[in-house]
């Protein structure tokens, strides 16, 4: 089944500590990007990858980094998670712009 | 740079009923335009999209959505939603010269009921 699976679903975390969500698709997509949803300001693009090796910011890149060394996985990676990161992350890939994207079921971050 | 407005945060609508959600852009480049649809607890399905020709795109479900350049607007519509449109749906631009970097408007939660 083409999917994008995300991991974990749900992470209560503390200020501070590092922590990856992982991202990883079957279906040989291309692009890749992450997103944030917070209630009244819809999907913000966080950063996307046309492929490997091809990394670049959107919106709101601030606090967050990734990597992709495979076409089918690309983590998110907070270094120093801060309570203003608490938010709901969205995983999704395609195969080119006129694509429709594939959703994750999403992580539910909440950083203490 | 593109952005998206979305009019309407919250649309309430009888079972039946059409409804219209609106959408308007900015952008000084050509872009491409969707329509997603998150379900409570989901991820988000593309509805619809906009690259290029035909300005009336008609998706799934029964759902269209118009394009008009004047306007820079991308309203999406149905003549007769049902229960089971209950959703928040978000409209997004991304520019056909940098499509990887895509603007989702703020969502309209559509509420039906009988």
Request: with cysteine.
């Amino acid at each position: 089944e083409a999917q994008v699976t995300q991991n974990p679903r749900y992470l209560i975390t503390v200020t501070g500590k590092k922590l990856t969500v992982t991202c990883s698709q079957n279906m040989n997509h291309e692009y890749m990007s992450w997103y944030r949803q917070d209630p009244g300001l819809g999907l913000r693009q966080i950063y996307y990858s046309m492929n490997v090796e091809a990394t670049d910011k959107g919106d709101v890149p601030e606090g967050y980094k990734v990597s992709r060394k495979e076409k089918r996985n690309f983590p998110l990676i907070l270094e120093s998670p801060s309570p203003n990161q608490t938010s709901l992350y969205f995983c999704a890939s395609s195969s080119t712009g006129s694509s429709p994207l594939h959703f994750g079921n999403g992580t539910r971050l909440t950083v203490t | 740079a593109q952005s998206v407005t979305q009019l309407d945060s919250q649309v309430p609508v009888f079972e039946e009923a059409p409804v219209e959600l609106r959408c308007n852009y900015s952008s000084s480049v050509s872009v491409y335009l969707f329509w997603y649809v998150q379900y409570p607890n989901q991820g988000l399905q593309l509805l619809l999209k906009y690259l290029s020709g035909s300005t009336l795109v008609k998706g799934i479900n029964g759902f269209e959505a118009e394009f008009n350049k004047s306007q820079t607007s991308f309203h999406l519509r149905k003549p007769s939603v049902h229960i089971s449109d209950t959703a928040e749906y978000f409209c997004a631009v991304s520019e056909s010269d940098s499509w990887g970097k895509l603007q989702f408007g703020a969502g309209t939660q559509v509420v039906v009921t009988p």
